[in-house]
Each structure stands twice: as C-alpha cells, then as structure tokens.
C-alpha cells in the first residue's frame, strides 16, 4: 500500500488543523492506521490510532482531547484532526498502516507495529 499525507501547514497556537492521509490498494479497510510526528534529533513518536473497523481508537496522552483520528474506508482516507493545537505539536506528521490489524486485539501505539508509512506532512505552530 501507499500512503499519501497532506494538510501541513503554518498554523497559529490555539488554532485548528487537519490532516488527510490517502491511502492507495483494494486492502485499506482492513489494516489498522496510525499518525506519528518527529522532530530533528528524536524518534518518530505515536500521536494516534484507529482500528480497520473504525470503532477503536488510541491516543497518546500529549494529544488526548485535542486530536481526533477518523477514517473512511470507502474513500480509502484516514485523518487526523488537530484542535488547540500548541507550538510543542511542531512536527513532520506520518501517517502509517499496519497490514496486522485484524490479527491484533489493539491498535498498536509504536513505530515497530505498522509496515507502511507516508512521506510524512509539516505541522509548524507558532506562539
């Protein structure tokens, strides 16, 4: 599969932003999705997952509340919703997809459990 984010941008502290990942290939609805971010020098980090079905999802705790992950399967499109977003969100977001969804009980929430990734959209917030 291919993944193509998009929706990075220069957004103001406090502000909103989303995020579209599209995915290409017939299998989409069957692999469990996630967003992660990086930032020079660190590791990419899990921001937020949903499950193939759509009825679960994770988050880490830095976006609770603030970011929304949505997907629809029938236009092979996952999103990330980012509200009250802070200069600290600063990142390169990636979208990934994890082909072992639906043998998992739970989404994964680190880099090793998804196989495919983005090239990965910059979010730049300023104070």
């Known amino acids: 599969v291919q993944l193509q984010a998009s929706g990075g941008g220069l957004v103001q502290a406090g502000g909103s932003l989303r995020l579209s990942c599209a995915a290409s290939?017939?299998?989409?609805?069957?692999?469990?999705m996630g967003w992660f971010r990086q930032t020079p020098g660190k590791e990419r980090e899990f921001e937020a997952a949903i499950r193939w079905s759509g009825d679960r999802t994770s988050y880490a705790d830095s976006v609770k509340g603030r970011f929304t992950i949505s997907r629809d399967n029938a236009k092979n499109m996952v999103d990330l919703r980012m509200n009250s977003v802070k200069p600290e969100d600063t990142a390169v977001y990636y979208c990934a997809a994890d082909r072992d969804g639906r043998r998992k009980l739970v989404v994964s929430t680190t880099a090793n459990g998804f196989e495919y990734w983005g090239q990965g959209t910059q979010v730049t917030v300023s104070s």
């Open positions: 290939g017939r299998s989409f609805s069957t692999y469990d």
